[in-house]
């Protein structure tokens, strides 16, 4: 905050409104006073894999979850979680008073409030992305006892602030007093805004060290495939959201294997050739989340003393990336629709390898915002459209958005014809292996 504030050239007591953006689906539990319990569960745990699996059977399958919360039950979400902390730690689950995330006790730090918005709730697994609501059913499924029906945070309107920082923070940062805090939401969905992804087609790409995509629609999609995870948009409609565990931190493996620097990483990707000369890499280093394989590790094909090098090696690890967000964003745009651009956004898109192989892989153009934080961004121009509404402006947050996000089309890609073609027929192969290797589908 203090770099941030010496590096923009204004005083502190210029600024009006505060919004946070922050990961999401990490288990935060404080007890009545307000102190936290426990080290965060974070979004990439699968340890409670177990706990998730006999959720879903208890409650019916994944059908009967998509009834009560109107999306998929993902390993990494909140719910799994509390389960966890009720069965292995009784003794803090007993203590526990609130069920927070991550960027929502960043708010409770800045105003005091203790509250949650339908963003970040969608990423819980105990919320009805539908009626955009708690869902009891699967709250009471997930503990019966009622410490955790009681320990859930009301929802709030992301068109209000949710209240004005507390004294303390005004004097340790020199703000105003009357600084507003704007509710935010977790980084995926904060990403869409700050790309402007807040009007039915946008799409928006996150590259880093997970990968993410999702496709802002007016309609709530009931028929998509159920492993596609839906969130509520910040103001109005839903995203639609494919996410992989393992994007950018798969050739971070290699960049520290080979021990080069990250314009050696820029330069291997783009010197190997499309296919990676037959190697062919499944990167679920840690498991991995679309598709749905908490407990499978990564796997190496196709190696022989012709096609072992570097430059192999680290294409094909971005190829398999492009290629697993392909197969989640399949799920999704099945039935809505081939989108006209990707709007790509976090540490990948600066890559021109890694842009180039996205607009190949998905056969569309690709662009970089010029913002490249797009959670953060977003947060601020969530903030920015809650303070002109506090004044009486009258705005919305796609008005907002339009106006402030550029897009660098001097970091865009327009895909090759020859090499798409190439790549329809890598992915067809890909598909059949990952059936094969990893569903046991023969």
């Known amino acids: 905050m203090h770099a941030a504030l010496r590096e923009s050239g204004r005083r502190p007591a210029d600024v009006a409104a505060i919004a946070v953006s922050g990961q999401q689906h990490g288990l935060v539990m404080i007890d009545g006073r307000g102190s936290v319990l426990r080290d965060v569960k974070l979004w990439n745990d699968t340890e409670t894999a177990p706990e998730n699996e006999s959720l879903i059977a208890e409650l019916g399958g994944p059908d009967r979850v998509w009834d009560l919360i109107s999306t998929t039950l993902p390993v990494g979400y909140t719910a799994s979680k509390v389960r966890w902390v009720m069965k292995h730690e009784p003794e803090i689950y007993a203590k526990m008073g609130h069920v927070l995330l991550p960027h929502d006790y960043l708010n409770y730090w800045l105003t005091g409030e203790i509250v949650m918005e339908a963003g970040e709730a969608s990423g819980t697994g105990f919320f009805d992305v539908a009626s955009r609501a708690w869902s009891p059913k699967m709250v009471e499924a997930i503990d019966p006892s009622g410490i955790f029906a009681r320990a859930l945070p009301p929802i709030v309107s992301p068109r209000e602030p949710i209240g004005t920082i507390r004294k303390a923070v005004a004097e340790e940062f020199g703000l105003s007093p009357h600084t507003l805090v704007a509710c935010g939401s977790g980084d995926n969905v904060m990403g869409a805004v700050g790309t402007a992804s807040v009007s039915a087609g946008r799409v928006t790409m996150g590259l880093g060290t997970s990968g993410v995509i999702n496709l802002h629609s007016n309609i709530l999609p009931r028929d998509v495939d159920r492993s596609i995870q839906v969130f509520c948009a910040v103001e109005e409609g839903w995203l639609p959201t494919t996410c992989t565990m393992n994007a950018t931190s798969s050739t971070s493996l290699l960049q520290s294997l080979f021990e080069i620097k990250i314009e050696q990483v820029e330069a291997l990707i783009a010197e190997g050739a499309p296919g ?58 099945g039935r809505l629709g081939k989108p006209a651009q990707f709007r790509l956004t976090g540490g990948g898109a600066n890559s021109g390898a890694w842009r180039q192989i996205l607009a190949d892989v998905f056969d569309t153009e690709v662009v970089r915002v010029k913002w490249d934080e797009g959670g953060a961004f977003g947060a601020a121009l969530l903030a920015l459209a809650v303070d002109q509404r506090h004044k009486g402006i009258s705005t919305s947050l796609r008005e907002v958005c339009d106006h402030y996000v550029d897009l660098d089309f001097d970091k865009s890609a327009q895909p090759a014809p020859a090499v798409s073609s190439i790549y329809r027929e890598l992915y067809e192969e890909f598909c059949e292996m990952l059936r094969v290797e990893f569903f046991n589908d023969e």
Not at 299 to 310: H, W
């Open 276 to 333: 990676s000369e037959g190697i062919r890499i499944f990167p679920y280093f840690n498991g991995e989340r679309m598709p749905s394989l908490p407990h499978a590790r990564a796997v190496m094909k196709g190696l022989s003393f012709d096609n072992f090098t570097r430059a192999n090696l680290m294409r094909a690890m971005a190829e398999s990336v492009a290629f697993s967000l392909k197969w989640g964003f399949e799920k999704i745009s």
